[in-house]
């Protein structure tokens, strides 16, 4: 799981690229969490979990795609 503070809205189904100094993949939201709840979407200024398939690190970036 990677907590990432949101900068505007996200939603499950949509598609990311986690990038940073040794990360670099792109992944379907399959889940998004808010206090170990999962909600359908995230807002701008939430923090929220995301289930990621590699490893995420301090300082990595989201983009949506």
């Known amino acids: 799981m990677g907590i ?6 996200i939603k499950a189904g949509d598609k990311v690229r986690i990038q940073g100094g040794t990360t670099n993949f792109e992944q379907e939201i399959a889940e998004i969490q808010l206090e170990h709840k999962s909600i359908p979407e995230g807002n701008k ?4 979990g995301i289930k990621v398939k590699e490893k995420v690190r301090d300082g990595d ?3 949506i795609l």
């Open 4 to 9: 990432i503070k949101l900068s505007g809205k």
């Open 61 to 63: 970036s989201v983009y």
């Open 45 to 48: 200024g939430q923090e929220v």
